[in-house]
């Protein structure tokens, strides 16, 4: 067990996150002290402790600790204290990987948006090579990963480039059902046979939500569209119709760089679904396989076949869809290395356009018995990660867009690779929070980017602000005019 005390609230997300890349399988405890002499006291497994004091901090910032003022050194209080945490994280994660002869991949960054970092230094004039050695020296980036996130902010870049990220905006919508729901997953998403009586009225909701979205962005056309889950595809073929009719008659899609659905499930996909989708300008889908190793689609419960999945992306190939992505997911329980070799082998059989990666979060991995095999995991997910980004480089796959989970295995991310012509952009948008994104459906997050930024609690400045649908979908159904209302109160000030 681990005892985290903090003097200050601020202090406690970065710390704990530190703490938990280097123990994942510890039991971590914290709270608050604000009468506690130091900033940080840590009591580590075997007796050793980490305590951080005030005038250490100081010292570390280059500040005299008998400053009269040392907040005016930062041009106020919470730059000060922002300072201070972010001089805590260096000296703990310094005394962490001492203690534990580790290091780990994403240093001392604890956010899910690490190429946000890298982003703004190429957009501020630095070449890739000084980007890369900023992340190097200020968090303790490594450098295969300072490189792999200066490449991808780069490319984010460029593809950024080619639409109006200030006044244009990307829609998404929801569908909340799967097939099943998989042992690992963290959506929010229901067994579609336990709401076969309650699809249409979801979809009744769904469609006025977006019909009202359709009226608040009036004489604008959204950018990419994105039809996501959940399972879009579990909809029956009249559902889907509906959906897409709903969508194509609300917005001007024609000179969209993008339209998604998201298919996933192999055994949702069937060809008259397809059929429809082929009859809307849907440009880009998902024939999701996770994996291609049929004892581990069983464990998981992902009811469908290997062979449903490679039935399923020929399927679609064969009706003309020629921008397929393909998921898969290093670390999954009892998977080995080989494991992912051969599912790779079969992959780049099928050749999809575009491959994205993710490493198994830890408190995922802990369901199925993994709690104990900390160090064989990072093991194994490390080579499942450089097989697969090998495999990608054969395919002519390049890496486009990067985000981490709290807790993922190994200190890892998730990496989408992609042809040059056939990223992913609204993945880049979701990533970034370049551009407003008009969400409807249940558990669905809009996020709007505000002209004049507003003044938050604490005197911070935003201009991003988020609205979230409920995720329960019957209280959506029945609360679907104050979801409309929330994005009514933000769109377009």
């Known amino acids: 067990m681990i005892r985290i005390s903090s003097k200050r609230n601020k202090y406690t997300y970065n710390v704990y996150h530190v703490v938990k890349a280097f123990f994942p399988n510890e039991e971590i405890i914290q709270k608050v002290d604000e009468?506690?002499?130091?900033?940080?006291?840590?009591?580590?497994?075997?007796?050793?402790?980490?305590?951080?004091?005030?005038?250490?901090?100081?010292?570390?910032?280059?500040?005299?600790?008998?400053?009269?003022?040392?907040?005016?050194?930062?041009?106020?209080?919470?730059?000060?204290?922002?300072a201070v945490k972010k001089e805590i994280t260096k000296q703990l994660y310094r005394y962490l990987s001492g203690a534990t002869e580790r290091s780990l991949a994403w240093g001392t960054l604890t956010g899910v948006r690490p190429t946000k970092l890298a982003m703004k230094k190429v957009e501020s004039g630095m070449t890739q090579e000084e980007t890369a050695r900023f992340l190097v020296?200020?968090?303790y980036v490594s450098a295969e990963k300072a490189r792999l996130a200066c490449e991808v902010a780069c490319r984010e870049n460029d593809l950024?480039?080619?639409?109006?990220?200030?006044?244009?905006?990307?829609?998404?919508?929801?569908?909340?059902?799967?097939?099943?729901?998989?042992?690992?997953?963290?959506?929010?998403?229901?067994?579609?046979?336990?709401?076969?009586?309650?699809?249409?009225?979801?979809?009744?909701?769904?469609?006025k939500e977006i019909r009202a979205i359709g009226r608040m962005a009036k004489g604008r056309k959204p950018d990419t569209v994105y039809i996501g889950g959940g399972t879009p595809t579990t909809l029956e073929p009249r559902q889907l119709e509906r959906l897409l009719n709903a969508i194509t008659e609300s917005f001007d899609v024609s000179n969209a760089l993008e339209f998604t659905v998201e298919a996933g499930r192999p055994d949702s996909i069937t060809e008259e679904k397809l059929s429809v989708l082929r009859a809307f300008p849907?440009?880009?889908?998902?024939?999701?396989?996770?994996?291609?190793?049929?004892?581990?689609?069983?464990?998981?419960g992902r009811r469908h076949t290997v062979e449903q999945t490679v039935a399923a992306f020929e399927m679609a190939r064969g009706l003309g869809f020629d921008n397929i992505n393909m998921d898969l997911i290093a670390g999954l329980p009892g998977e080995t290395i080989g494991d992912m070799q051969d599912t790779l082998r079969?992959?780049?059989?099928?050749?999809?356009?575009?491959?994205?990666?993710?490493?198994?979060?830890?408190?995922?991995?802990?369901?199925?018995?993994?709690?104990?095999?900390?160090?064989?995991?990072?093991?194994?997910?490390?080579?499942?990660?450089?097989e697969a980004y090998a495999s990608a480089r054969r395919m002519g796959l390049v890496p486009y867009y990067l985000y981490r989970q709290k807790n993922i295995a190994g200190n890892f991310e998730n990496v989408g690779y992609a042809e040059l012509d056939k990223a992913g952009i609204y993945n880049i948008l979701i990533m970034e929070e370049k551009q407003t994104i008009l969400a409807a459906g249940a558990g669905a997050s809009t996020k709007i980017l505000l002209k004049n930024p507003i003044i938050k609690?604490?005197?911070?400045?935003?201009?991003?602000?988020?609205?979230?649908?409920?995720?329960?979908?019957?209280?959506?159904?029945?609360?679907?005019?104050?979801?409309?209302?929330?994005?009514?109160?933000?769109?377009?000030?």
């Open 282 to 300: 849907v440009s880009r889908i998902s024939v999701n396989p996770q994996t291609m190793q049929q004892k581990t689609l069983d464990l998981v």
């Open 457 to 493: 609690d604490g005197g911070k400045e935003a201009n991003l602000v988020r609205t979230e649908n409920v995720k329960n979908i019957n209280e959506y159904i029945g609360r679907i005019d104050e979801m409309i209302e929330r994005k009514e109160e933000w769109v377009w000030r």
């Open 35 to 82: 009468k506690q002499d130091s900033l940080v006291h840590i009591e580590l497994p075997g007796g050793s402790c980490f305590s951080a004091a005030q005038g250490e901090m100081e010292r570390g910032l280059n500040i005299s600790c008998k400053a009269a003022d040392a907040a005016a050194a930062f041009s106020g209080e919470e730059a000060y204290q922002q």
């Open 137 to 139: 020296d200020t968090y």
């Open 160 to 207: 950024l480039s080619r639409l109006n990220c200030t006044d244009g905006f990307s829609l998404y919508a929801g569908i909340p059902f799967c097939p099943s729901v998989c042992s690992y997953c963290s959506f929010s998403s229901s067994p579609i046979g336990e709401w076969k009586d309650r699809v249409d009225a979801y979809l009744d909701a769904l469609i």
């Open 346 to 386: 079969q992959i780049e059989a099928l050749h999809p356009d575009s491959l994205t990666v993710h490493a198994l979060a830890i408190k995922r991995a802990a369901r199925f018995g993994q709690e104990g095999r900390t160090a064989d995991l990072h093991a194994e997910i490390t080579g499942m990660v450089e």
